[in-house]
């Protein structure tokens, strides 16, 4: 028998790393590195980054879309519906002017049929682009835009539109709804805006 003065250490994963909840992108930067990638031609990343914002979905089921999920034919739908792996739940999300241009281009230039992945991956072992290598390309993004990569990752793609929108609407069902959470809780705890709005209230209240 092995004693315990022998066993393995393991480091905790996230030692030395900030966690917690990852900032959404403000409105500047979103349209900083649209600008970026229009003006260096970054087909791919520019269509990745439109429809990760207007989709607000989870890295692992944007990643997997298929381009028949997005389009009707030759043309992008105005609206997408698909499953959510984590849930197993139906999630609707619009898909804007600006993404669909992107997304045209994207899948004009790369030649992708009905049944293909809408981003292959470039490794021939994964049929399409992967959770990791999408969290490096965002990591190059925040990089970009100067910012701290502490506190942005692939769930600030997530929480960009919805906080938006719950900050112009402070309708909570309807980003309920748009992110797919089965309770309004999740959605509270999600886009943290207890914190938010008691922060913004203490702000107003001068002594």
């Known amino acids: 028998m092995e004693n315990s003065g022998n066993a393995v250490h393991h480091e905790p994963w996230n030692k030395g790393k900030i966690v917690g909840q990852k900032a959404p992108f403000k409105v500047k930067d979103i349209w900083a590195l649209r600008v970026r990638l229009q003006m260096e031609g970054r087909v791919r990343e520019l269509a990745l980054f439109n429809l990760g914002i207007d989709s607000k979905l989870r890295g692992c089921d944007l990643v997997?879309?298929?381009?028949?999920?997005?389009?009707?034919?030759?043309?992008?739908?105005?609206?997408?519906?698909?499953?959510?792996?984590?849930?197993?739940?139906?999630?609707?999300?619009?898909?804007?002017?600006?993404?669909?241009?992107?997304?045209?281009?994207?899948?004009?230039?790369?030649?992708?049929?009905?049944?293909?992945?809408?981003?292959?991956?470039?490794?021939?072992?994964?049929?399409?682009?992967?959770?990791?290598?999408?969290?490096?390309?965002?990591?190059?993004?925040?990089?970009?835009?100067?910012?701290?990569?502490?506190?942005?990752?692939?769930?600030?793609?997530?929480?960009?539109?919805?906080?938006?929108?719950?900050?112009?609407?402070?309708?909570?069902?309807?980003?309920?709804?748009?992110?797919?959470?089965s309770k309004l809780e999740s959605t509270v705890r999600y886009l943290g805006i207890e914190v938010d709005d008691a922060l913004e209230i203490s702000e107003q209240t001068e002594i």
């Open 64 to 181: 997997a879309l298929k381009v028949r999920d997005v389009s009707h034919g030759d043309q992008v739908a105005t609206r997408a519906i698909v499953m959510q792996h984590k849930t197993k739940r139906p999630v609707q999300f619009e898909i804007t002017g600006v993404t669909r241009e992107a997304l045209q281009a994207w899948i004009k230039q790369a030649a992708l049929k009905s049944d293909d992945f809408l981003f292959p991956s470039r490794l021939h072992e994964s049929p399409h682009l992967g959770t990791r290598q999408y969290a490096r390309i965002l990591g190059h993004w925040v990089d970009e835009l100067g910012l701290d990569r502490s506190e942005y990752g692939t769930h600030s793609m997530r929480r960009t539109k919805a906080t938006l929108i719950y900050r112009r609407t402070k309708n909570l069902r309807a980003v309920q709804l748009l992110l797919g959470h």
